[in-house]
């Protein structure tokens, strides 16, 4: 099972970016699809996550702006981030969770927000 997050890159204050994380390989069905971030000098933590029902989660310091969503028809994962802040500056990563406990990592993708 192989990871693909994309869509990260230098945007300015304000702007808004929407990642993607793409799951391929021998998958039947993927239960949990998170998103985690670690910021420079920081540790890395969870953003949220979505069920394969289409529930999501937050963390607490995300909620109510960003948005997470999922296309089970493509085992993509999405990650809306409107009004970008400097402190979203991150590598941006997304896991997947399937049947027996297995989870798989992305390689992250960069977000960069500076004028």
């Known amino acids: 099972v192989q990871l693909q997050a994309s869509g990260g890159g230098l945007v300015q204050p304000g702007g808004s970016l929407t990642l993607s994380c793409t799951a391929s390989?021998?998958?039947?069905?993927?239960?949990?699809m998170a998103w985690h971030r670690q910021a420079p000098g920081k540790e890395r933590e969870w953003v949220g996550d979505?069920?394969?029902?289409?529930?999501?989660a937050y963390a607490d310091s995300v909620k109510g702006r960003f948005t997470i969503s999922r296309d089970n028809a493509k085992n993509t994962l999405y990650l809306q981030i409107p009004n970008l802040k400097p402190e979203d500056t991150a590598v941006y990563y997304c896991?997947?969770?399937?049947?027996?406990?297995?989870?798989?990592w992305g390689q992250g993708t960069l977000v960069t927000v500076s004028s």
């Open positions: 979505v069920t394969s029902g289409g529930r999501a």
């Open positions: 896991h997947v969770d399937l049947p027996g406990g297995r989870r798989y």
């Open positions: 390989g021998s998958i039947d069905n993927i239960d949990n």
